[in-house]
T-cell receptor, first 112, second 113 residues
């Protein structure tokens, strides 16, 4: 498959471990945050989102945590599986803007 | 329902040529955004169209242009191609374009030789 990102931060985990992917965002006026997963040869796929009036949101096997004090976002994946191997992007949207801004991405490699 | 469809999936063009990429959004989505993805720069916003009007534009030269048709389908055009234009071009559609509900297509891989 095609590589969607070279020179990205990489997180390597064993199957079954919990994974934590971090993202620092830049704008304190951002009011909406999204995590995307991009597999090789595909476009980014929505995973989970969170609004700035929340600190935590849970989905199926995923949890997003938002710390507005230090402008930090994290994605926790429980019981990581080989199919979770992909590049993960965070995106922020500034209040009043139509367009989200994407981070550089983190490559997650899950070893069987 | 059908997702976002981008055509073609792959293109090889020569420097100086022009290229047109197509995006069909999810039915009912009125906003279409275009992004350029490269290993060095990540996902860079090109422009966004809503109801046939360009509503937002990123910091790309005028060689990059786009349009949206009345059925919300969108095209982007790159003229006078340069080697640095080689990238994955992604289209995303959303119902209203305020950053919520983005759905991406699989992209068009453009290689300029």
């Amino acid at each position: 498959g095609e590589s969607v990102g070279l020179h990205l931060p990489t997180l390597s985990v064993q199957e079954g471990d919990n994974s934590i992917i971090n993202c620092a965002y830049s704008n304190s006026a951002s009011d909406y945050f999204i995590w995307y997963k991009q597999e090789s040869g595909k476009g980014p796929q929505f995973i989970i989102d969170i609004r700035s009036n929340m600190d935590k949101r849970q989905g199926q096997r995923v949890t997003v945590l938002l710390n507005k004090t230090v402008k930090h976002l994290s994605l926790q994946i429980a019981a990581t599986q080989p199919g979770d191997s992909a590049v993960y992007f965070c995106a922020e949207k500034v209040e009043g803007s139509y367009i989200p801004t994407f981070g550089r991405g983190t490559s997650l490699i899950v070893h069987p | 329902k059908a997702g976002v469809t981008q055509t073609p999936r792959y293109l090889i063009k020569t420097r100086g040529q022009q290229v047109t990429l197509s995006c069909s959004p999810i039915s009912g989505h009125r906003s279409v955004s275009w992004y350029q993805q490269t290993p060095g720069q990540g996902l860079q916003f090109l422009f966004e169209y809503f109801s046939e009007t360009q509503r937002n534009k990123g910091n790309f030269p005028g060689r990059f242009s786009g349009r949206q048709f009345s059925n919300s389908r969108s095209e982007m055009n790159v003229s006078t191609l340069e080697l640095g234009d080689s990238a994955l071009y992604l289209c995303a559609s959303s119902p209203s374009g305020v950053g919520y509900g983005y759905t991406f297509g699989s992209g068009t891989r453009l290689t300029v030789v």
